[in-house]
């Protein structure tokens, strides 16, 4: 069983950064591929970014750029560091790990079936 915990929103204003945290429990962390998503008021719960367990990442196209996804496994925690914030950016962001084996293509880790545990969430709100 893993537990996540997410931390680090808050309300900015357009241009500003902010970095969001997700606490994971579990000896097992370090070799979870790990997602960051994100739901809008109103719309369906999208991709971000992904970590797979060895270190690479990958990022959807409307944040590729702006925000950078790290890992540290010694503090069993993953980083979304976010600049450039736009209004856009606004949501609930939730971060998942993945029990089920490492993804290789974007039909996984884009895919919020792939992943088996989620944080509550935390909002982050840009405002114009």
């Known amino acids: 069983q893993v537990q996540l915990v997410e931390s680090g929103g808050g309300l900015v204003q357009a241009g500003d950064s902010l970095r969001l945290s997700c606490a994971a429990s579990?000896?097992?962390?370090?070799?979870?591929?790990m997602g960051w998503f994100r739901r809008a008021p109103g719309k369906e719960r999208e991709f971000v970014g992904h970590?797979?367990?060895?270190?690479?990442?990958y990022y959807s196209d409307s944040v590729k750029g702006r925000f950078t996804i790290s890992r540290d496994n010694a503090k069993n925690t993953v980083y979304l560091q976010m600049n450039n914030l736009k209004p856009e950016d606004t949501g609930v962001y939730y971060c998942a790990a993945k029990s089920t084996g490492d993804c290789l293509g974007y039909w996984c880790y884009a895919n919020d079936r792939e992943y088996d545990y989620w944080g509550q969430g935390t909002q982050v709100t840009v405002s114009s």
């Open positions: 970590v797979r367990w060895n270190g690479g990442i």
């Open positions: 579990g000896r097992t962390f370090s070799s979870y591929p």
